[in-house]
């Protein structure tokens, strides 16, 4: 079973994350990057499927050349090979425009399962997985919180408000992995010495077939940011002195302030 897990480098979460005040875009040079934590999800799932199947896993990510930090730490994982499609003409790019390239690379390598996290914490669009599909002319199955494998068909549970669904399709197929599918293993020293031998493929958008360049970038994009302002500093609280009367004033904050 040939295996592709999307990853996605993005600002670690713990970091300060700005905007570019000149474009509204993320300013990915403000912090640290790092591969996303549900994507490292999606690479252990891959992983399992592969161990248990057997077959390769293959990680494909989309981004600026340091993208190639995320592939590392997903084949120090265990992953066999990793794509990285990397252009200029990329930068600013949409979900739209995102889902067409990374349809393109995955279709050059035609793995049976696409595996990918719901949804990336600097875009939360959760839309990528069901445009990959679709573009594939694939099934999807999202926001699974367990997958297995027999023969040719998938069966995951998928959350749902209030609980999860069980559903099914056949291969090949499209997975979005949810938070609670498992932790990621933890790469040992010779998966990471193992990691910088294995075979990193890097191709530009014009070696892709069928990507429309008019829609690539922020020119190409089909939304475009026209207003936004800094994040306000925050505030001084409101100090309550207690000469007596600390109770009363607490009650009049909270009711001011419509908590109760």
Same mark, same amino acid.
């Given at each position: 079973?040939?295996?592709?897990?999307?990853? +996605?480098?993005?600002?670690?979460?713990?970091?300060?994350?700005?905007?570019?005040?000149?474009?509204?875009?993320?300013?990915?040079?403000? *912090?640290?990057?790092?591969?996303?934590?549900?994507?490292? +999800?999606?690479? !252990?799932?891959?992983?399992?499927?592969? !161990?248990?199947?057997? %077959?390769?896993?293959?990680?494909?990510?989309?981004?600026?050349?340091?993208?190639?930090?995320?592939?590392?730490?997903?084949?120090?994982?265990?992953?066999?090979?990793?794509?990285?499609?990397?252009?200029?003409?990329?930068?600013?790019?949409?979900?739209?425009?995102? *889902?067409?390239?990374?349809?393109?690379?995955?279709?050059?390598?035609?793995?049976?399962?696409?595996?990918?996290?719901?949804? =990336?914490?600097?875009?939360?669009?959760?839309?990528?997985?069901?445009?990959?599909? !679709?573009?594939? %002319?694939?099934?999807?199955?999202?926001?699974?919180?367990?997958?297995?494998?027999?023969?040719?068909?998938?069966?995951?549970?998928?959350?749902?408000?209030? %609980?999860?669904?069980?559903?099914?399709?056949?291969?090949?197929?499209?997975?979005?992995?949810?938070?609670?599918?498992?932790?990621?293993?933890?790469?040992?020293?010779?998966?990471?010495?193992?990691?910088?031998?294995?075979?990193?493929?890097?191709?530009?958008?014009?070696?892709?077939?069928?990507?429309?360049?008019?829609?690539?970038?922020?020119?190409?994009?089909?939304?475009?940011?026209?207003?936004?302002?800094?994040?306000?500093?925050? =505030?001084?609280?409101?100090?309550?002195?207690?000469?007596?009367?600390?109770?009363?004033?607490?009650? !009049?904050?909270?009711?001011?302030?419509?908590?109760?």
């Amino acid at each position: 079973m040939d295996i592709a897990v999307l990853v +996605k480098q993005v600002p670690d979460t713990y970091g300060e994350r700005k905007l570019d005040e000149s474009t509204w875009l993320l300013d990915r040079a403000a *912090s640290d990057a790092v591969i996303d934590e549900i994507d490292a +999800k999606g690479v !252990e799932l891959g992983l399992q499927l592969a !161990e248990k199947h057997g %077959g390769s896993v293959t990680v494909v990510t989309m981004g600026p050349d340091g993208a190639t930090d995320a592939l590392r730490k997903a084949l120090a994982m265990g992953a066999e090979k990793a794509v990285h499609v990397s252009d200029p003409a990329l930068a600013g790019s949409d979900a739209v425009a995102t *889902s067409a390239v990374l349809a393109a690379a995955l279709a050059s390598i035609s793995p049976q399962v696409v595996i990918t996290g719901n949804e =990336a914490t600097d875009g939360r669009t959760a839309s990528i997985a069901a445009m990959v599909a !679709e573009r594939l %002319g694939w099934p999807s199955v999202t926001s699974a919180r367990t997958v297995s494998v027999d023969g040719d068909t998938v069966t995951a549970e998928r959350v749902i408000e209030g %609980g999860f669904a069980e559903v099914s399709a056949p291969l090949p197929v499209v997975i979005s992995v949810h938070e609670k599918i498992g932790e990621p293993r933890y790469p040992n020293f010779k998966g990471i010495m193992a990691a910088k031998k294995k075979p990193v493929t890097t191709l530009t958008a014009g070696e892709l077939d069928g990507v429309d360049a008019s829609i690539l970038g922020t020119a190409g994009a089909a939304t475009q940011v026209v207003e936004g302002a800094p994040r306000p500093p925050k =505030a001084a609280g409101e100090k309550v002195t207690d000469d007596g009367t600390g109770g009363e004033k607490i009650s !009049e904050f909270l009711v001011a302030q419509r908590l109760v």
